[in-house]
């Protein structure tokens, strides 16, 4: 190993030189004008190259200011929002979010507070939240829209995911939300196949939909399915649900094929 290899900062002692946390160091090595690794594997620094950023740096934050814009986007992210979320809320283009989270970020992160930036800066310096977190908030505003009935597309709308990304962060949450049944669900429940589920529901032969989501296909909360069910008298021989009960079951069970 060389001279410089073996003096060289790993991004741990890079954190220590800063007085910031080991998460902030991912930040600050992909910062504009940050030295190129000494070493790749595992990855370097010289430790010259890195004061003399951290000089430069610190004195150019000398004469920056942290806007209000900023500091809306950087408390949106402390509280778990993601850059596509923040953008969507304050209305600007999602890289410029991941810019300013970056340079406002580091700026409160290698820099003492100033007025107006106090309760931010302590959270700031343990590092933003995952990612991939949904705010508790949030999580609550999701449950209740789903328990009112509204469709996956109307509650990213009201929250400012896209749908699928929100499908995938309230699954990585644990939010209890209830089941919806679907013609399939609905089907399996009574014994009967989804099409003539479909049937009756087109015939309005059953308990009306509970809902209707983005793509037109009717739903039902599970409660409301078996209480139209539970009057209904059961086929002796197959099960199914709506069957005319006889005193002595023929051979063949009509229900079978529907």
Do not use: N
């Amino acid at each position: 190993m060389g001279v410089v290899e073996a003096a060289a900062w790993t991004t741990g002692e890079i954190a220590d030189r800063l007085a910031v946390a080991p998460a902030w160091v991912e930040v600050v090595v992909e910062a504009p004008a940050f030295p190129s690794p000494a070493a790749v594997d595992p990855p370097r620094w010289s430790p010259v190259e890195v004061i003399v950023w951290e000089r430069r740096y610190r004195a150019a934050l000398d004469g920056s200011r942290v806007r209000d814009i900023d500091l809306r986007m950087l408390a949106l992210r402390l509280a778990g929002f993601p850059a596509s979320a923040i953008a969507g809320r304050v209305g600007v283009h999602v890289q410029t979010v991941r810019t300013r989270l970056r340079d406002v970020g580091l700026r409160l992160a290698l820099a003492p507070p100033r007025s107006g930036e106090g309760r931010s800066w302590p959270r700031v310096r343990a590092g933003y939240p995952p990612d991939t977190a949904l705010p508790g908030a949030t999580g609550q505003r999701v449950a209740a829209l789903w328990r009112a009935g509204a469709s996956w597309s109307a509650i990213a709308a009201a929250t400012g995911y896209p749908p699928a990304q929100l499908k995938v962060r309230v699954a990585r949450a644990g939010l209890d939300l209830p089941p919806r049944w679907y013609p399939p669900q609905v089907g399996d429940y009574l014994g009967r196949s989804r099409s003539h589920i479909y049937g009756r529901s087109r015939r309005m032969s059953m308990c009306p939909a509970d809902g209707v989501d983005e793509r037109g296909r009717r739903w039902w909360w599970p409660q409301t399915v078996t209480a139209w069910a539970a009057p209904l008298p059961r086929c002796p021989i197959c099960g199914a649900k709506g069957g005319a009960a006889r005193p002595a079951p023929p051979p063949a069970c009509r229900h079978a094929g529907g």
